[in-house]
């Protein structure tokens, strides 16, 4: 047998495989992990289903609420105001304003308990006067008026815009008077009656001022005005 230099020409030997031990430890998404996922996704399913449904029947509710019940804003308005003084002198102003408010409301179905009504009286942002009002309950389809009544004097430091202001309106005959009401209301619907709410009213009056005879020039005379709510003065107790 002749040498060959240990030399091997016959086919290849492949390499030996390699064994690996499967890990027994937390290396990859077992059966548990993918059960906890499972429920964890059912869980935030049920949730939003949950959800999604107490948000219709809400929505249907107050849809049937307001289809039933029709719900309207009061409405404010002064008809009437006179100013018989309206003095200033030694930082202290002297005054007599009444008015006539009407107080509309137009719900078929809804009543109001008013049980406070404080109405303020203001000159050129500056409280002068208030009285409280009330109480009283106003039927559906209703028309209350009040009558606000401001008579007396009062220590009313004015700056010397304010003053200048004053002044110009005095020689005119016509002053920029504000009435704003306060007011704790209930609404009641049937045999229910809502928590108290508390708006804000608020009245841009120019009122003319009488003369000692009352009487007042044709072309002073006051003009009828529509109040503003003051929406973002409600809140419930």
């Given at each position: 047998m002749s040498q060959l230099n240990g030399a091997y020409y016959g086919p290849s030997i492949p390499p030996p495989k390699s064994y690996r031990r499967p890990s027994s430890g937390g290396g990859g998404c077992g059966?548990?992990?993918?059960?906890?996922?499972c429920i964890f996704n059912c869980i935030i399913s049920l949730i939003c289903k949950i959800l999604t449904t107490v948000l219709i029947i809400a929505a249907v509710l107050v849809f049937l609420f307001w289809l039933i019940v029709r719900p309207n804003v009061l409405k404010f308005h002064v008809s009437?105001?006179?100013?018989t003084r309206f003095t200033f002198s030694n930082n202290t102003l002297h005054y007599n304003l009444a008015l006539n408010?009407?107080?509309?409301?137009?719900n078929r179905r809804v009543g109001v308990y008013y049980d406070q009504i404080e109405a303020l009286a203001l000159y050129d942002d500056v409280r002068f006067a208030s009285q409280t009002l009330g109480p009283f309950?106003?039927?559906?389809?209703?028309?209350?008026f009040i009558n606000p009544l401001f008579n007396g004097q009062r220590v009313t430091p004015l700056t010397a815009e304010q003053g200048s202001h004053f002044e110009k309106e005095n020689g005119a005959g016509i002053f920029s008077i504000d009435l704003n009401l306060f007011?704790?209301?209930?609404f009641k619907f049937l045999f229910f009656k809502s928590h108290t709410?508390?708006?804000?009213?608020?009245?841009?009056?120019?009122?003319?001022?009488?003369?000692?005879?009352g009487t007042t020039s044709p072309d002073a005379t006051f003009q009828a005005t529509d109040c503003d709510w003051i929406y973002k003065r409600w809140w419930i107790r």
């Open positions: 059966c548990l992990s993918c059960c906890c996922g009437d105001a006179s100013l408010v009407s107080i509309r409301n137009p309950f106003q039927h559906t389809k209703n028309t209350t007011m704790n209301v209930r709410v508390r708006p804000k009213i608020r009245c841009g009056l120019h009122v003319p001022l009488k003369s000692r005879n």
